[in-house]
């Protein structure tokens, strides 16, 4: 199997930093999932969203619930094939916040027509992903607009319109990784954005050791 991350990349996923080839060098056959822990300095989503909205995306685990500071952190990395036959990872990200802890879950597809990420358990959102690689061999991810999964396929326009872009990279100096991620709206600004850093670790794992979290409550094959 091929991790979907070297399959969206090509022979340029050989120009990330030796330390992020391993973080995204594990696929379904490796019998491998990743644990991450960390520290989020800043993790911030506006208030133009609207309580009903946030509250609605935050219990789904599609987007983080509440604007802080210094939140610890913590993330696990899953590989299999979904019953389509597509090579996923499932990202399980954990905001430890002071009034309880928070979801943010989404499953990386190399599907048939696209490099895609479903967010939340439903999935909620899909972001069509653009990876590259930067000059010091970070990993960067600008997404097209977002897809809302409920409802009809409609395009989004204006204030709705919502665009990610995220960076992740190695720390020479702290030999730790760090990681940007921003969602902006070209009216709003930036609609909500997590920075800060983690180590990582495998462990071994098979398909029987994945936890439910991990699939989506349906699946789908929509890709764009």
Known sequence: MTPVYRAALGSDFEKLHPNMQWRYGIDSSS????????????????SALGPPVIRFYGKRNAMPSKTSRMVPFRQENYCYRDELGRECLAV???????????????????????FV????????????LEPSVTRDGSLRLDSGPVRWLRGPKVAMRGPFVAQMQYTEGWDEEHQRFHCDATVRN????????????????????????????AWTHRLVDRES
């Not at 990743?34 to 520290?39: D, E, F, K, P, V």
């Not at 399980?92 to 599907?111: A, C, K, Q």
């Not at 967010?119 to 909620?124: A, I, L, T």
Request: overall charge negative.
């Open 31 to 46: 019998g491998i999932a990743q644990i991450m822990s960390g520290l989020m300095e800043s993790v911030y989503i506006t």
């Open 92 to 114: 399980l990200r954990t905001f430890e916040y002071n009034s309880g802890d928070r979801g943010l879950n989404s499953v990386i597809v190399d599907g048939r027509d696209g």
């Open 117 to 128: 990420d479903y967010f939340g358990d439903g999935p909620e959102l899909l972001y069509p």
């Open 186 to 213: 070209p009216i709003i600004g930036e609609i909500l954005h997590y920075r800060g850093w983690f180590t990582a670790t495998d462990k071994p794992c098979t398909t029987a050791d994945i936890p439910d979290e």
